[in-house]
Protein backbone atom coordinates (compact mmCIF):
# COMPACT_ATOMS: atom_id res chain seq x y z
CA UNK A 1 0.00 0.00 0.00
CA UNK A 2 1.17 3.26 -0.72
CA UNK A 3 0.13 5.62 2.05
CA UNK A 4 1.41 9.44 2.93
CA UNK A 5 1.22 10.22 7.21
CA UNK A 6 1.60 13.73 8.49
CA UNK A 7 1.76 13.35 12.20
CA UNK A 8 1.73 16.87 12.90
CA UNK A 9 -2.16 18.21 12.39
CA UNK A 10 -1.26 21.69 13.52
CA UNK A 11 1.53 23.36 14.26
CA UNK A 12 2.74 27.02 14.78
CA UNK A 13 6.02 29.45 14.08
CA UNK A 14 6.66 32.68 15.43
CA UNK A 15 7.24 35.49 12.49
CA UNK A 16 10.33 35.03 10.81
CA UNK A 17 11.30 31.74 12.61
CA UNK A 18 12.35 28.53 11.30
CA UNK A 19 9.42 25.82 11.18
CA UNK A 20 10.04 21.92 10.07
CA UNK A 21 6.87 20.15 8.68
CA UNK A 22 7.50 15.95 8.93
CA UNK A 23 6.20 13.67 6.12
CA UNK A 24 6.58 10.08 5.78
CA UNK A 25 5.98 7.61 3.08
CA UNK A 26 5.80 3.88 2.37
CA UNK A 27 6.05 2.31 -1.45
CA UNK A 28 8.36 -0.32 -2.36
CA UNK A 29 8.91 1.64 -5.31
CA UNK A 30 12.39 2.94 -6.19
CA UNK A 31 11.40 5.96 -8.91
CA UNK A 32 8.98 8.20 -7.63
CA UNK A 33 8.26 11.93 -7.02
CA UNK A 34 7.13 13.85 -3.68
CA UNK A 35 6.01 16.96 -3.28
CA UNK A 36 4.85 19.76 -1.21
CA UNK A 37 1.94 21.89 -1.81
CA UNK A 38 0.05 24.46 0.21
CA UNK A 39 -3.38 25.24 0.30
CA UNK A 40 -4.46 28.96 1.92
CA UNK A 41 -7.45 29.83 3.20
CA UNK A 42 -8.62 30.82 -0.82
CA UNK A 43 -8.03 26.82 -0.99
CA UNK A 44 -6.22 27.08 -4.37
CA UNK A 45 -4.00 23.93 -4.08
CA UNK A 46 0.13 25.70 -4.88
CA UNK A 47 2.88 23.49 -5.56
CA UNK A 48 5.62 24.55 -3.18
CA UNK A 49 8.75 22.20 -3.24
CA UNK A 50 9.36 18.98 -5.29
CA UNK A 51 11.58 16.22 -5.18
CA UNK A 52 12.96 13.38 -7.46
CA UNK A 53 13.66 10.09 -5.86
CA UNK A 54 16.81 9.57 -7.50
CA UNK A 55 18.25 12.75 -6.75
CA UNK A 56 20.69 12.67 -3.39
CA UNK A 57 20.33 17.16 -3.15
CA UNK A 58 17.75 18.11 -1.49
CA UNK A 59 15.42 20.63 -3.17
CA UNK A 60 15.54 24.47 -2.10
CA UNK A 61 13.37 26.86 -3.29
CA UNK A 62 13.99 30.07 -1.58
CA UNK A 63 12.58 30.07 1.81
CA UNK A 64 11.41 26.86 1.33
CA UNK A 65 13.95 23.54 1.49
CA UNK A 66 13.38 19.84 2.51
CA UNK A 67 14.88 17.01 4.03
CA UNK A 68 14.69 14.11 1.77
CA UNK A 69 15.87 10.76 3.72
CA UNK A 70 14.78 8.07 1.08
CA UNK A 71 15.94 5.16 3.07
CA UNK A 72 14.48 6.46 5.99
CA UNK A 73 11.21 7.08 3.39
CA UNK A 74 11.31 10.61 5.02
CA UNK A 75 10.68 13.46 3.61
CA UNK A 76 10.16 16.74 5.75
CA UNK A 77 9.81 20.69 4.58
CA UNK A 78 11.52 23.16 6.45
CA UNK A 79 10.16 27.09 6.12
CA UNK A 80 12.96 29.69 7.00
CA UNK A 81 12.12 33.41 8.03
CA UNK A 82 8.76 32.57 8.54
CA UNK A 83 6.34 34.78 6.94
CA UNK A 84 2.40 35.62 7.85
CA UNK A 85 1.61 34.47 4.12
CA UNK A 86 2.98 31.34 4.74
CA UNK A 87 -0.15 30.77 6.96
CA UNK A 88 -1.92 27.94 5.74
CA UNK A 89 -2.29 24.03 4.94
CA UNK A 90 0.21 22.20 3.75
CA UNK A 91 -0.11 18.77 2.30
CA UNK A 92 2.89 16.22 1.79
CA UNK A 93 2.31 14.24 -1.70
CA UNK A 94 3.68 11.18 -3.41
CA UNK A 95 3.36 10.12 -7.16
CA UNK A 96 4.83 6.97 -8.09
CA UNK A 97 5.85 7.15 -11.91
CA UNK A 98 3.39 9.40 -14.19
CA UNK A 99 -0.22 8.53 -12.20
CA UNK A 100 -1.99 9.79 -9.50
CA UNK A 101 -0.89 11.67 -6.29
CA UNK A 102 -1.08 10.20 -2.61
CA UNK A 103 -1.92 13.16 -0.39
CA UNK A 104 -0.99 12.86 3.15
CA UNK A 105 -3.80 14.38 5.97
CA UNK A 106 -1.81 17.63 6.06
CA UNK A 107 -0.71 20.08 8.67
CA UNK A 108 -1.91 23.08 9.83
CA UNK A 109 0.41 25.85 9.98
CA UNK A 110 -0.18 28.73 11.91
CA UNK A 111 2.25 31.55 12.08
CA UNK A 112 2.36 34.00 15.05
CA UNK A 113 2.80 38.16 14.59
CA UNK B 1 0.42 33.29 -17.09
CA UNK B 2 0.03 29.64 -17.77
CA UNK B 3 -2.72 28.11 -14.89
CA UNK B 4 -5.54 25.75 -14.72
CA UNK B 5 -9.06 27.07 -14.77
CA UNK B 6 -12.33 25.98 -13.26
CA UNK B 7 -15.97 26.39 -13.76
CA UNK B 8 -17.86 27.36 -11.73
CA UNK B 9 -16.27 28.41 -8.03
CA UNK B 10 -19.05 27.68 -6.00
CA UNK B 11 -22.32 25.66 -7.14
CA UNK B 12 -25.16 25.50 -4.64
CA UNK B 13 -27.84 23.09 -5.81
CA UNK B 14 -30.77 20.60 -5.06
CA UNK B 15 -30.68 16.89 -4.29
CA UNK B 16 -31.26 15.15 -7.38
CA UNK B 17 -29.81 18.22 -9.98
CA UNK B 18 -27.40 17.15 -12.39
CA UNK B 19 -24.06 19.14 -12.03
CA UNK B 20 -21.38 20.09 -14.79
CA UNK B 21 -17.99 21.27 -13.81
CA UNK B 22 -15.24 22.32 -16.00
CA UNK B 23 -12.21 22.24 -16.25
CA UNK B 24 -9.42 24.18 -18.43
CA UNK B 25 -5.56 22.48 -18.35
CA UNK B 26 -2.57 24.49 -19.05
CA UNK B 27 -1.68 24.83 -22.53
CA UNK B 28 0.24 21.73 -24.32
CA UNK B 29 -0.38 19.57 -20.82
CA UNK B 30 -1.75 16.27 -22.08
CA UNK B 31 -2.79 14.69 -18.53
CA UNK B 32 -5.85 15.79 -16.66
CA UNK B 33 -7.06 14.28 -12.97
CA UNK B 34 -9.94 15.31 -11.45
CA UNK B 35 -9.53 15.19 -7.25
CA UNK B 36 -12.72 15.64 -4.64
CA UNK B 37 -11.46 17.13 -1.32
CA UNK B 38 -13.67 16.51 1.77
CA UNK B 39 -12.93 16.58 5.87
CA UNK B 40 -13.40 13.02 6.22
CA UNK B 41 -11.79 11.80 3.17
CA UNK B 42 -9.25 14.27 2.70
CA UNK B 43 -7.80 14.71 -1.08
CA UNK B 44 -8.87 11.70 -3.33
CA UNK B 45 -8.58 11.04 -6.72
CA UNK B 46 -11.53 10.19 -8.64
CA UNK B 47 -10.43 9.61 -12.59
CA UNK B 48 -7.33 10.54 -14.61
CA UNK B 49 -6.89 11.60 -18.60
CA UNK B 50 -3.86 10.83 -20.43
CA UNK B 51 -3.78 12.62 -24.07
CA UNK B 52 -7.92 12.72 -23.60
CA UNK B 53 -8.02 8.81 -22.28
CA UNK B 54 -9.01 7.98 -19.87
CA UNK B 55 -6.39 6.13 -17.54
CA UNK B 56 -8.26 5.22 -14.17
CA UNK B 57 -11.91 6.44 -12.89
CA UNK B 58 -12.12 4.09 -10.38
CA UNK B 59 -12.28 6.44 -7.87
CA UNK B 60 -15.67 7.49 -8.86
CA UNK B 61 -18.88 6.92 -7.95
CA UNK B 62 -19.91 4.81 -11.41
CA UNK B 63 -23.74 5.22 -11.28
CA UNK B 64 -24.01 9.05 -10.90
CA UNK B 65 -20.46 10.48 -11.82
CA UNK B 66 -19.02 10.60 -15.31
CA UNK B 67 -15.97 12.55 -16.81
CA UNK B 68 -14.63 13.34 -20.18
CA UNK B 69 -12.51 15.18 -22.40
CA UNK B 70 -14.38 16.44 -25.51
CA UNK B 71 -11.44 18.13 -26.49
CA UNK B 72 -7.93 18.79 -25.53
CA UNK B 73 -9.01 22.32 -23.60
CA UNK B 74 -11.34 21.20 -21.66
CA UNK B 75 -12.69 18.32 -19.42
CA UNK B 76 -15.79 18.04 -17.43
CA UNK B 77 -17.32 15.96 -14.14
CA UNK B 78 -21.12 15.22 -14.19
CA UNK B 79 -23.11 14.12 -11.31
CA UNK B 80 -26.33 13.18 -11.85
CA UNK B 81 -28.39 13.37 -10.03
CA UNK B 82 -26.63 15.06 -6.88
CA UNK B 83 -26.84 13.66 -3.38
CA UNK B 84 -25.88 15.82 0.11
CA UNK B 85 -22.91 13.28 0.10
CA UNK B 86 -21.23 15.14 -2.85
CA UNK B 87 -20.98 17.84 -1.10
CA UNK B 88 -17.20 18.56 -1.32
CA UNK B 89 -14.67 20.72 -3.13
CA UNK B 90 -13.91 19.70 -6.49
CA UNK B 91 -10.10 19.82 -8.08
CA UNK B 92 -9.11 19.71 -11.10
CA UNK B 93 -5.30 19.26 -12.34
CA UNK B 94 -3.05 19.01 -14.90
CA UNK B 95 0.55 17.67 -15.88
CA UNK B 96 3.29 17.14 -18.93
CA UNK B 97 3.70 13.39 -19.09
CA UNK B 98 1.63 12.91 -15.36
CA UNK B 99 4.59 14.57 -13.40
CA UNK B 100 4.29 17.89 -11.90
CA UNK B 101 0.59 18.77 -11.26
CA UNK B 102 -0.93 21.65 -11.03
CA UNK B 103 -4.21 22.42 -9.64
CA UNK B 104 -7.15 24.74 -10.67
CA UNK B 105 -8.75 26.75 -8.09
CA UNK B 106 -11.38 23.85 -7.27
CA UNK B 107 -15.43 24.26 -7.81
CA UNK B 108 -16.59 23.92 -3.86
CA UNK B 109 -20.10 22.00 -4.18
CA UNK B 110 -23.05 22.24 -2.11
CA UNK B 111 -25.58 19.56 -2.46
CA UNK B 112 -28.95 20.62 -0.28
Known amino acids: AQTVTQSQPEMSVQEAETVTLSCTYD???????LFWYKQPPSRQMILVIRQEAYKQQNATENRFSVNFQKAAKSFSLKISDSQLGDAAMYFC??????????FGTGTRLTVIP | DARVTQTPRDKVTEMGQEVTMRCQPILGHNTVFWYRQTMMQGLELLAYFRNRAPLDDSGMPKDRFSAEMPDATLATLKIQPSEPRDSAVYFCASALRGETQYFGPGTRLLVL
Open chain 1, 93 to 102: AYLPGANNLF
Open chain 1, 27 to 33: TSESDYY
